[in-house]
Every structure is written in C-alpha cells, then in structure tokens.
C-alpha cells in the first residue's frame, strides 16, 4: 500500500491498525454502471481556472483549480459512459428558494447568496440531452431526491461518484450509495475539496469502509471490462 | 480558534480557505434534544479497557482504550438526559444474520463473524426500560430505520450524537441529521474512532459543514440552558 | 357512525369488523400544523369547471368539477393558513422530462404527454411567495422529496392534505405521514378523484388506520383553536 | 374487463373513467422476481381457519377464513420460489416495545396488546433458512426498513406482494414499490383484509396505477416464463 493518496496524512500505525481490523477489501464493479457528476458547476470551480483565494472573489463557494484539474479527468470518464450509452447523472444544486432556510443557511450562510452564473454545468462535463438531472437540496445526492428510483429502472449495480466536494457531497453520496448495496468507484483525481488534507483523509475513510479508490485511468481500464451487453 | 481538536492535522492555510467561505458558524441548541448513543458495544471497545493492539485480540473490531475514555464521557450527558427525561436512543448493529451479504460483508468481512457477547452494550452507558432500541444494518441511525418517526413523535429538534466510529456511523448519522434540519452537536471527546487522525479530520469536517463540535463538558453546560418544559 | 362519506359503500357489517378491530381512534390536532396542497393544477381539474367527460377532453388527467368544488373548500384552509402564519406546502407534479421513463410511463402512458399549461397551479390557491414548493416524480409527496426536512425545520407535528386524487397521491402521503408520526387530517371534501366509489373506500381506509377524516368546515374548526404561539 | 375482482363495487362508468383517463396499462413481469409475504402471523389469521366474528376472539386483529384461503393461495408461490432459488422476503410485525408509542397506537390501540403467540408465522408458508426477515414498524415493508438495499444486492427487478391487510401493509407495500421503479405483481387471491369492499376497491387502486393484478395461478404461470439464468 506504499502509494496511496494519503500516504504522509494517516501515519503508518493507523493504516495498520484498520489493515487489522479487516477493513479496505475491493467490492470490484459490477454490471451496469452509472456516472454520477456531484455539484461540477461554476459556483465550485469558478468560470476560469485560478488560484484557490484568487477564485474565490468570484465565488466564495469555490475550489479553484483543483476542481478543473479534476474536469480534466472527469472528461475520460463521460466519454467512456456516453460511448457505451451507460447513464450519467447530474446532482446538483439548485438556486436557492426563498424557504429554503434550514441548517445548511445557519452552518454556511455564504452559500445562500450564490450568483446564477454559478449555477450553470462546466461546460466540458455538462449534461446533454438523455442524460439525468437530480436537484438537490441536501448533501448526499440520494438524499430527498428520487435517485433510486432511476438507478432501479436502469438495473444500475455500480456507481462511479465524481465532482464535489470530496469531504462533501461525494462522501455523504458514497456512504449513501455503499448502503444501499451499490459497489461505489471513487476516482481520487476526480473528486476535489479545498482542503487537501479533508481530501485525503476522505478518501482514506472512504476506501477503508464504502469504496474502491482508484485513479482515473485505473476506472477506465476496470470499467472498460464491463460488457455493455450484460 | 487557536485550541481545536484538529489542530496540527488540518494546517493553517486550509482552516483559513474553510473560514473564507464561510463555514464553521453555529447551529447552537433547540428545545427538545435527544441523545444518540451509537454502537457503545463490547465489540467496539472491548469487555475491558485494553490498549488497541491488545484490544483487537479480543474483538477485532474494538478501539480499545480510546473507546473506554469515551464512555466515561458519555456518563455524564446518561446522567443528564436520564435527570431531565429526555430520549436516549440507542443505534446499535445486530448480530448478523445469514441473509445479511451485500456491500458491507464484501469490504470488511471480519464484522461478519462477531462472538455474540460482542453484541452486549457496555454497561455504564447501556439502555434503561424506556430507551429507544434501533438496531441498524448500515452506517448512518437513519439509514433503513425508523429513527425520524422516533424523532417527530417526540418533537425533536436537537441530536446529540455520541459513540463510535467518529469516521463511521457517528458521522454517517451527523450527516443526516443535518440533512434533516436537527441540529447536530458533537462532543468530540465522547466518539471514538481506531485512526486518530481520522477522528480529528472528521471532527473538522462535520464542525465546518454539519454540526457544532464541542467538548462533553461544554455540551452538558449547553443543555443545562434547555428548559426541559418548553 | 350514521353520517359518514362512504355510508353506502362499506356495508355495515365491515364497518363493524373495524370497529370490532378497534380501529378508526380520532388522533387529534396537534399545535404546529401545515397544510399540503397537492397538485392542485389545471391538468387535474380543467381550466374551468366542466363535467367530467368534457373535462378530459382538455386533459385526460382532469377530474372535471368535483375538483373545482374541492378547491372552494380548500381556499378556507388557504385563508386560515396564510392569517395565522402557517406553512402551506406545494407537492406537484413537475413537467416530464425525457429521462422520466419508469413505472409510470408504463402503467398510464397519458401522464407522459400534458401540455405545459396544465402544470399551473389552480390561481384560486395558487402559491404565494414564502409558500413552499415540492416538485414530486412519485405519488407520495414525502417519496424523493426533502419534505421531512421542510417540516422538522419548521416543528410541524401536524398535516393537513388537501387536493388530489384521494385514491393517488393523497392517500400515499397520509400514509407516509402516518408511518413518520405525523398527526394527519383529511377534509373529505377539499380532496377529489376521478371515481366516486374509490374517493369514499379510500376516505374509510384513511379513517380507520392513518387520519381523522372530517369536512373542511370541521377542520377549520379544530385548527382555529390551535394556538398560534405555540 | 367483464371478470374483474372489482365488479359490482366499483360502478361502470367510474371504470370507464379511468380507462379514459388512461391507467391500467401492464407493467408486466422482469427478470429477477422477489416474494413478499407480508404480515402472515397468527394475529392476523388465527391459529386456526374461523369465521371472522369467531376469529377476532383469538386475536382482534385476525381476518379470518379468508387469511386462510390465502395462505393456499401463497404456499404456490412459496414453492415456485423456492424451486428457482428466488428471494423470499418476510416483512412482519414485531412484538410491541414499551417506546413504541406513536400515532399507531392513537388510531389503533388494539394493536398494541397482541399476545406473543400471534407474532408467529403461519406454518405454511413460514421463513426457512436463506429467507429475509424483515421486522417493520410502519404499514409499507420499505418504510424504516432496508428493504431496499436488500432488493438492489440481489438485483431485483420484480415484486411479488402477498399477506395482508390488502388495504394496509400491502398497498403501502406496492406504492413504494411502484415508486421505487419495481414491476408489482399482486395476485388477488393471495392478499387479505377484514373489509371485502375495501379488499375490492384497493385492487382496483393498485391495478388502475401501481401493479398488475392477476390470481395466484396467471402470476405463477406469468413466472414459469422468467428465465432463472437471467
């Protein structure tokens, strides 16, 4: 394990400590695979790829450039989805509504007032005409949405959860997703947060207890095994 | 913020980029808390307190010494919440049955085979005749369970959510109940969790985003604020 | 019992092996009601009050004039709600987009094609600003909706479900309400269907074991000695 | 649709409005069928084939000699899927807790003082080893419950609803499952309720919107045609 994302957070002792616990087993992919792309829209990326506290005069919401860095990769993976005709599913969220009070505006009140422009897809991953657009209102995109009810229609057993924020939206939709009994692919490079350390150690919990952490590439070549036919 | 529990593991520049867009402020507490106690059973700390490598002899899936300090943390909000009548509800896992494969036996197999009395809940903070049993089978003490009908029967508007593991079914069940629109205290002395690091960063993470992280000693002086007749 | 909506339809004998059963207890009012209109738009009862084989030649969703007189009774609780200050909730159906396939497009493949005015809302109870929205896919108001969250934020312990159909989308979410404790009121006559025999057996069921069923004039009554400052 | 088990209730032009209207069509059956046997406890039967009247004397909440003439009907299919290896799934009621107060125990107290020997299952048609027991608190079998993460494990596609009551646990069971994309079957024969009118007019409901309603002999056949291999 001498090459893993948070190699240099989670000390040696605590990597064993869960290797002795049992955690960590790979659930592989399954048959019918589904995209999801979590909150990939300007507001968390900005409409330029800049510096973390330059981007964030743009928008307070935003990651900066490592979440283009991250389109970059996401962009292997639409293509790969849209070739084999396997769905991709847009969580996002939505402007906000005049009701829409709650935790989330006592806990981070900057996010209430986001400009509309933030709202809109990155254009390289945006959604086209077929693919699934699921408004949200909560972190995990299972959460107050109908997204089961499309993943039974299409038979979907895999997940491949990408976008934001690592520590965010894509953790509380892997944890979601692992408890549902989807087997949960998460890209590391695919996913950004701004912090990098919240990143990692999300990541680490995620591959010891809900998911297959893996890079990009490594998605596509194990996503590139699955028979479309099946 | 000088005096965190995730000082030194979270650097400077990342709480400063969390401040700068705006996370961390307070939910503070309602009316009508209840006090979640999460998977406080013999096979998460041991039948005695042990130091971890020690403790995993017994129950592989134990924390050890971490998981005892805890539990004399807990006594005091038992004491609290037993003293003015407010529900303790107790999310717990069941033994696993023969039907119970899916995500969880694939990525950690060593939580299938768990001797029974691993099962016991530990004894200074075990449930009382009038305490609310929840068995689970996945993370979050929402997931697949009839927690919020508990809830609104009740008029709950304040989770205090205590146990083990801080990286698991404490923040699983953080998550949603923030997605619920409870608010959501941490006392971070009173969860545990078998990597420490992950203990502090998912402290920070559920501060910045989802719930208000305190110390017991500092939860208890919250509550004591509550008029228990409102 | 002498007086009730489905006098006639149940015949006495299964209204006594109810009784028998010790169903059909009055759950009472609570202090924090909202009230659910539940698509309440042209598409259900026709741009203007016509018989119902008239009615359905605009939209063969419509039920024609029983839902027009169903909405004159809702505008009491629209007018009690909006003076006292209480949430009034929105659960409609959103226009299909070319993902919706599912189960619905299969069993009744004309809700697929409304035209876009039949997504209005009716303007007698049209929404006001303040007023919460809930676009919904599925027939309960609570299914893939964050409806919950809207009413623990609020401290609601108390639904009021109005519109339609009684058979359809209404009955799904009083017996979601139900099963999440909330106390729920039906007034018979602010809820409407395309079948007569069906509106009544489902106002009987509801009875028996999910709502206290009652008139509009009734409801008010209860509601008005509610106390506001509760 | 001259034979249909809702004849004579529900009027013919009430039929004919629906069918105007468009519902009804079939879903017709997938390829990873699941049985649902709901509810088939001795309180919901008695320990022995009684008349209603005699029944409730044993337990008020039996239904009967019809429960009975249903447990026949379900014996098929429980052999069929025994045979093709297919899911059988027990959702149930368990004994009452002292915490389980609620809005259950408002509008149906009886409910509450069920002796033990009526949370038994019928021998018939009772759970065997590999089958999933599913304890429930709420009338549909995926509320409060991880039913949904068993069906994704399995890859189900289809459900089977059988037990009771035809206007309770059963139909809230089939509009979740309708909502949740699942095909629904429910064979007439082999659900059960203590009101007939009420039995007829929920079947009417559910074959109108949610589920393709056939007798236990089409769904059986309609079965033999599903490859096992699939």
Chains 1, 2, 3, 4 share one sequence.
Not at 127 to 144: N, T, Y
Not at 166 to 174: F, Y
Request: net charge negative.
């Amino acid at each position: 394990m001498s090459e893993n994302i948070w190699d240099g957070v989670i000390p040696q002792d605590e990597v064993d400590a869960y290797e002795a616990a049992g955690f960590g087993r790979a659930s592989g992919v399954g048959s019918k695979p589904a995209l999801l792309i979590i909150d990939v829209q300007y507001r968390t990326v900005g409409t330029e790829p800049k510096p973390f506290w330059e981007s964030i005069k743009e928008f307070p919401t935003s990651c900066g450039e490592v979440g283009w860095q991250a389109v970059a990769q996401i962009e292997k993976l639409v293509a790969q989805f849209r070739e084999k005709g396997w769905p991709i599913i847009y969580p996002y969220v939505a402007p906000k509504e005049n009701f829409d009070t709650g935790r989330l505006a006592a806990k981070v009140p900057a996010l209430m007032g986001v400009a509309a422009k933030g709202y809109e897809f990155v254009p390289p991953v945006a959604p086209q005409p077929g693919d699934i657009l699921l408004p949200k209102r909560h972190p995990s995109a299972f959460f107050g949405t109908p997204l089961v009810s499309y993943l039974v229609e299409r038979g979907i057993d895999t997940l491949v959860v990408t976008g934001c924020t690592t520590s965010g939206c894509v953790r509380g939709s892997v944890v979601d997703g692992f408890a549902y009994n989807y087997r949960v692919v998460v890209p590391h490079d695919a996913v950004y947060d701004r912090s990098l350390t919240s990143h990692k150690v999300n990541l680490f919990d995620m591959n010891a207890k809900y998911a297959d952490v893996m890079s990009t590439d490594e998605a596509v070549s194990a996503l590139s095994k699955v028979d479309a036919a099946s």
